[in-house]
């Protein structure tokens, strides 16, 4: 158990639909990291919070966005859903802001877009 | 264009043996190389780091290497096990400020008994 909280494990929505997926970091850690996965594509980094705060943006599509709350949990929004969004949604955490350690993930939110 | 690349196909081995596992880059000068273990619809999970100016690292039956002349990391897992069956991906981190852990596609890894 990493200690990062996903939810939902799984989602099923249709195409232009929005959903949310929530993630809890490891207690401590000030960094969270969203990344998508999917068969062809492997671990695709959309972005980073540190403390509230945006600190990195990767590959995130305009339709994503995501915040970190006060009290450290983070949300990632996706909307306009369209079939090629059905991913696996990691999250992951860390205790700093810069890349110098492990990255903590959670067991991440399966979202299939029908 | 920037890459990083692992064995595309899929290491089949058997129990016993050492299996050696491949992560090559191309214009990237990261700081550190990690490496992680997937399992079949989980989180990936932290296995070692190893720092620009560490040649390898080792860590009970695992060992990196890691080489930035060669822009290469050799993952050698010995006395392999059915256990150790699993996805294993590559990880840069640079220096770049606003950059994140940078993961290759990962090597399929089976051990058979």
């Known amino acids: 158990d990493s200690g990062v909280t996903q939810t939902p494990k799984h989602l099923i929505t249709a195409t232009g639909q929005r959903v949310t997926l929530r993630c809890s970091p490891r207690s401590g850690d000030l960094s969270v990291y969203w990344y998508q996965q999917s068969l062809d594509q492997g671990l695709q980094f959309l972005i980073h919070y540190y403390n509230g705060e945006e600190r990195a943006k990767g590959n995130i599509l305009e339709r994503f966005s995501a915040q970190q709350f006060p009290d450290l949990h983070s949300e990632l929004n996706l909307s306009s859903l369209e079939l090629g969004d059905s991913a696996l949604y990691f999250c992951?955490?860390?205790?700093?802001?810069?890349?110098?350690?492990?990255?903590?993930f959670g067991e991440g939110s399966r979202l299939t877009v029908l | 264009s920037q890459k990083i690349e692992q064995n595309s196909e899929a290491l089949n081995i058997q129990e016993g043996k050492t299996a050696t596992l491949t992560c090559n880059y191309t214009?990237?000068?990261?700081?550190?190389l990690q490496w992680y273990r997937q399992d079949p619809g989980r989180g990936p999970v932290f296995l070692l780091l190893i720092r620009e100016n560490e040649k390898e690292k080792r860590k009970e039956r695992l060992k990196v290497t890691f080489d930035t002349t060669l822009k290469q990391s050799l993952f050698h897992i010995t006395a392999s096990q059915p256990a150790d069956s699993a996805t294993y991906l590559c990880?840069?981190?640079?220096?770049?400020?606003?950059?994140?852990?940078?993961f290759g596609k990962g090597t399929t890894l089976s051990v058979s008994s």
């Open positions: 214009n990237y000068s990261p700081a550190y």
């Open positions: 992951a955490s860390s205790v700093e802001g810069a890349m110098t350690g492990e990255l903590f």
């Open positions: 990880a840069l981190s640079l220096y770049q400020a606003g950059t994140a852990l940078i």
